[in-house]
């Protein structure tokens, strides 16, 4: 996860009246001048006090402001390379945009036919019906995984979703033999860090299921890949993995709840 969408994450994440959020409003409508502000001006620009900014940066997980700042700076400075759907120059035109679309979709089919095997799939539920908790670590909220947790809810099952490091953090302690993880990787140059968190989980002795673009220097940890994506096909990942966890959800609510 990227600055920009730690700080639209914790924006979406806090309540309407929390100093915190106010502070990640005016720093989103005011990149450019966060962005070549010091942490003074920053605090006056968002209507707050350096204290609020410092410990706004913690919740995201920085160890300090200067960390923070240069990956907002850096963010701005390079944003054509930030938030893209298809890369630079592919998709000049409306009818070019829905061609590379379109070609990713059936690429999405053919992983899905050729990588996701369903006996393999059965078997996870069947795990997940023997954990106690089920967390899931990913850098977006999807609505595959708001589903498939109703439905290991609805079975008793304790679960978690957290797109937050800080979150990720803490949760990875609370884990142990029982628990699964499922986790979707972005590994680009500007995200974070997550190897202390991915120490965590097999210090617990928790099981890793991982998906992913392309390779993920995460993957080690990983007790199994789900599928993997071809790097650089946003459309493609993000399809296939809301498939996998429909489809999850889909074999879990058929075996366990109807």
Not at 40 to 49: D, G
Not at 176 to 183: G, L, P, Q, R
Request: contains cysteine; glycine residues 4%; hydrophobic residues 35%.
């Amino acid at each position: 996860m990227n600055v920009l969408q730690n700080l639209t994450e914790l924006y979406n994440h806090l309540s309407f009246d929390s100093t915190y959020r106010n502070v990640c409003k005016g720093i989103l409508e005011n990149m450019e001048e966060a962005a070549n502000g010091t942490i003074y001006e920053i605090a006056e620009l968002t209507n707050s006090s350096r204290t609020t900014i410092w410990r706004m940066v913690q919740k995201m997980g920085y160890s300090n402001f200067s960390e923070f700042h240069h990956e907002l700076k850096r963010a701005v400075k390079q944003y054509t390379y930030y938030n893209r759907i298809l890369p630079k120059n592919e998709g000049e035109t409306p009818q070019g945009i829905k061609e590379k679309f379109m070609s990713q979709v059936m690429q999405t089919y053919q992983l899905m036919d050729t990588k996701m095997n369903m006996d393999e799939m059965e078997s996870i539920v069947d795990e997940m019906a023997e954990a106690d908790k089920i967390v899931f670590y990913t850098p977006y909220k999807d609505s595959s995984i708001l589903a498939l947790q109703q439905n290991l809810s609805m079975d008793g099952k304790q679960t978690g979703y957290y797109c937050l490091f800080p979150d990720m953090l803490e949760d990875s302690l609370t884990l142990d033999e029982h628990s699964i993880v499922f986790t979707n990787m972005i590994d680009h140059l500007e995200t974070m860090d997550m190897t202390q968190v991915f120490e965590n989980i097999k210090r617990q002795k928790a099981r890793v299921y991982g998906s992913m673009a392309g390779k993920s220097r995460y993957q080690i940890y990983f007790d199994q890949i789900l599928f993997s994506s071809k790097e650089g096909n946003v459309v493609e990942g993000v399809l296939a993995f809301q498939m996998y966890f429909f489809m999850l959800n889909e074999i879990y609510r058929m075996k366990y709840i109807d």
